[in-house]
């Protein structure tokens, strides 16, 4: 009989011999830059794509206003309890009214959300077709659902038709889920054609997951669904606040029939403590200023259509359109060497090894920052085309 900690012990040895051993990593952080094994380097590898999570200025703002009976860091209870506080009343109304959609749902993570939606929205009868490169989340979420499951070739509208017309008339519902924005290859969905898809058959509905567009895109910060005009088609639009709004949690908009259902069905929702209400108010406080922010976006834009630019002109294949850009290496060994070799020269990067992206295709992930002056892009174009 194994001993179940030298299986583990043995599991961990394959992963360090096969360069995937994940470790955590400690380092101080000082606005756009980290502090990591005594050496000050530029954080390329934060989600704080329009750097409010290091802006002072904002976080003094909400202080401003806080008093001790608002600094609530505790809701003490499942929202069906006690923890339902007027600040989650207050961030859904004011994420509902950005939307224009009749109610939205806030969550701890996007996590929860992407992993309790998809199995309370579906029965045994129903399938979903998500996406090949959907985040681990949703997977985790089509694992949990009583559904059939199926993934459609990365951005082929082709194959998703095909399914769709194969298997629409033999379901009750069918759940289309993808990503605006993907966070290992930084590409983007079709989304105005997975639409026009969705529209072709009248038991279809569309789930979207704007965690790397929600602040960045659109006029006003609402992701691509606003860039492209279609947040009214979209059944499930999905949105993190721990990314480009620097703060926690993440929030569903939708009709209100179908939050209603989501507070009834949606296990991680019913079963967990709420977010502490100050996050929710200093949530809501970025919310306010989020269609503000037009040139932090622009910023944000600019610096990424540079560094796409160069790679054109190198001819480093890259299938990002957006500020996530990956370096595709390949071995995982190779991936973390070069990260080490960035961090050496002063820009914190790290590897992106299986199970995160499919074995043969790890990477360096560069996420772009609002904040990051002219002279250091130039300094990151010089590190990257060596």
């Given at each position: 009989?194994?001993?179940?900690?030298?299986s583990?012990?043995?599991?961990?040895?394959?992963?360090?011999?096969?360069?995937?051993?994940?470790?955590?990593?400690?380092?101080?952080?000082e606005?756009?830059?980290?502090?990591?094994?005594?050496?000050?380097?530029?954080?390329?590898?934060?989600?704080?794509?329009?750097?409010?999570?290091?802006?002072?200025?904002?976080?003094?703002?909400?202080?401003?206003?806080?008093?001790p009976?608002?600094?609530?860091p505790?809701?003490?209870?499942?929202?069906?309890?006690?923890?339902?506080?007027?600040?989650?009343?207050e961030?859904?109304?004011?994420?509902?009214?950005?939307?224009?959609?009749?109610?939205?749902?806030v969550?701890?993570?996007?996590?929860d959300?992407?992993?309790?939606?998809?199995p309370?929205?579906?029965?045994?009868?129903?399938?979903?077709?998500?996406?090949?490169?959907?985040?681990?989340?949703?997977?985790?979420?089509?694992?949990?659902?009583?559904?059939?499951w199926?993934?459609?070739?990365?951005?082929?509208?082709?194959?998703?038709?095909?399914?769709?017309?194969?298997h629409?008339?033999?379901?009750?519902?069918?759940?289309?889920?993808?990503?605006?924005?993907?966070?290992?290859?930084?590409?983007?969905?079709?989304?105005?054609?997975?639409?026009?898809?969705?529209?072709l058959?009248?038991?279809?509905?569309?789930?979207?997951?704007?965690?790397?567009?929600?602040?960045?895109?659109?006029?006003?910060?609402?992701?691509?669904?606003?860039?492209?005009?279609?947040?009214g088609?979209?059944?499930?639009?999905?949105?993190?606040?721990?990314?480009?709004?620097?703060?926690?949690?993440?929030?569903?908009?939708?009709?209100?029939?179908?939050?209603?259902?989501?507070?009834?069905?949606?296990?991680?929702?019913?079963?967990?403590?709420?977010?502490?209400?100050v996050i929710?108010?200093?949530?809501?406080?970025?919310?306010?200023?989020?269609?503000?922010?037009?040139?932090?976006?622009?910023?944000?834009?600019?610096?990424?259509?540079?560094?796409?630019?160069?790679?054109?002109?190198?001819?480093?294949?890259?299938p990002?359109?957006?500020?996530?850009?990956?370096?595709?290496?390949?071995?995982?060994?190779?991936?973390?060497?070069?990260?080490?070799?960035?961090?050496?020269?002063?820009?914190?990067?790290?590897a992106?090894?299986?199970?995160?992206?499919?074995?043969?295709?790890?990477?360096?992930?560069?996420s772009?920052?609002?904040?990051?002056?002219?002279?250091?892009?130039?300094?990151?174009?010089e590190?990257?085309?060596?």
């Amino acid at each position: 009989m194994n001993n179940p900690y030298e299986s583990m012990q043995t599991a961990l040895h394959e992963l360090s011999a096969q360069g995937n051993l994940r470790t955590l990593s400690h380092a101080l952080h000082e606005g756009r830059y980290l502090y990591a094994a005594g050496q000050k380097m530029l954080n390329l590898s934060s989600n704080d794509y329009l750097g409010l999570a290091a802006n002072l200025e904002l976080r003094a703002r909400f202080l401003e206003n806080l008093t001790p009976e608002d600094f609530l860091p505790s809701s003490s209870s499942s929202r069906l309890l006690t923890g339902n506080h007027p600040a989650f009343d207050e961030l859904e109304t004011a994420l509902a009214r950005l939307y224009g959609t009749e109610s939205a749902l806030v969550f701890n993570s996007g996590y929860d959300a992407n992993t309790g939606i998809l199995p309370a929205i579906t029965e045994a009868e129903d399938l979903i077709l998500a996406d090949k490169l959907v985040h681990a989340s949703l997977i985790d979420g089509m694992r949990l659902s009583r559904a059939r499951w199926h993934r459609f070739k990365h951005n082929d509208l082709h194959h998703l038709d095909r399914l769709l017309a194969e298997h629409a008339p033999k379901h009750r519902h069918i759940i289309i889920v993808t990503e605006s924005i993907f966070s290992m290859d930084g590409d983007e969905a079709p989304l105005s054609k997975l639409v026009q898809l969705k529209q072709l058959h009248p038991n279809v509905l569309l789930y979207v997951d704007e965690a790397h567009a929600f602040g960045l895109r659109g006029h006003r910060g609402l992701g691509c669904c606003e860039e492209k005009g279609c947040i009214g088609e979209v059944d499930f639009l999905a949105g993190t606040l721990g990314k480009a709004t620097a703060s926690a949690g993440a929030f569903v908009v939708c009709r209100q029939v179908t939050r209603d259902y989501l507070v009834n069905h949606v296990r991680p929702f019913i079963f967990t403590t709420a977010l502490p209400p100050v996050i929710a108010k200093w949530s809501r406080h970025v919310l306010h200023l989020l269609p503000e922010m037009s040139e932090r976006r622009q910023r944000l834009n600019t610096l990424s259509r540079r560094l796409h630019q160069v790679l054109r002109e190198q001819k480093v294949k890259c299938p990002s359109t957006s500020h996530i850009i990956p370096l595709l290496i390949g071995d995982s060994a190779r991936a973390v060497y070069r990260a080490e070799e960035m961090q050496r020269h002063g820009f914190y990067v790290r590897a992106v090894r299986p199970p995160t992206v499919p074995e043969g295709t790890a990477r360096l992930r560069l996420s772009l920052r609002a904040d990051i002056t002219d002279e250091e892009m130039e300094r990151i174009i010089e590190e990257v085309a060596k």
